[in-house]
Structure formats: structure tokens, C-alpha cells
């Protein structure tokens, strides 16, 4: 089986969403670029704190989800991977737990700045991780997250969970 490309990923799954009526709300295509949806830039308050010259350091622990969606009052937050990603996987974990706040003020600067208009109050939100990757790839499934894997470019199943069953 030939192993999918991480862009080819992201068009499938960003298909795959909007057509089961989610609000794509931030991405980021591999590469950094993305004509459609602004970026969701979670910044480190402590190291994004001033206007200063060297803009670039504001980069250092700054998380940046592959794609952000929304429907009714649920948020997936999914990052994906060729291939299965711990790494991805303890991203969301530290963004929806040690980054939360970051993450918040990220969603609030998106809203008031990009003029995105979100279904629900921010307060409201449930947030949920979502990987996705290729179909051969081995994980071991957490019952917090829910899974998109990618087979083709239109072939892409969804695992659910408690808050998310099916899309």
C-alpha cells in the first residue's frame, strides 16, 4: 500500500468534515499555507508578550492545529499524520489541558480579529482531539479521542466517542 502524503490527509479529511456539516473554523495545510482558513496560532503569553523586532522567537512553544471544526457545541481539534503520531497525540493532550488558557485566548483573538463566527460561546465549547492518519497505522485508542483514517483521497472512516459517536 502506497502511504499517503500529510497533504493529501488534510484535503481528505477536510472534505470529509464539511461534508458531514461541520464549520471549519482555523487550518493550516502542511507547509504553513492555507488561502481558505485563517490559522488557530496558540502562543506562549510569556514569550508572545511584546511588539518586539525578533518576531520569530514568538514561535517557541506555539501550537498550531492542523484543522479546527466546529458543529453545535463541539470543537474537534485534529492534527494529522501519515501515520500515527504520539507526538501529535501529546500535543492535544498538553492543549486541551496545560494550554487550555492559551488555547481559549487563541479561539477569542481568532473571533474578534478574523471575524469568525463560532455557533456557540466560547464558554460553551466542548473540545475534543482528534488524529488522523493512515489506515495501516498501530495506536492504542483513548476513549478522550476520536480518529479519521485515511485510505484514498475520498476514503476516510471516522472512529467517534462518547461526546462525538459518528459524523
Known sequence: MTRLREDTLHVSVRHFV????WQLVAGQYPGGSDDELPPLNVMD???????????SRH?????????????HNIMLIIEMKPTYSLGDERKL?????????????ALRDLVATRGVVLPVPLQQLVFVPCLG????????????FCYFKVSALSGVTFEGNAVVPAI
Do not use: I, M, W
Open 18 to 21: 464539511r461534508q458531514a456539516g
Open 59 to 71: 514561535s517557541k512553544n506555539k501550537l498550531t492545529p492542523d484543522l479546527v471544526a466546529c458543529k
Open 93 to 105: 493532550e498538553d492543549l486541551l489541558t496545560s494550554r487550555r488558557g492559551d488555547l481559549l485566548s
Open 45 to 55: 503569553p510569556v514569550l508572545a508578550c511584546d511588539h518586539s523586532p525578533d518576531p
Open 133 to 144: 492518519f493512515g489506515p495501516s497505522s498501530a495506536y492504542s485508542r483513548k476513549a478522550s
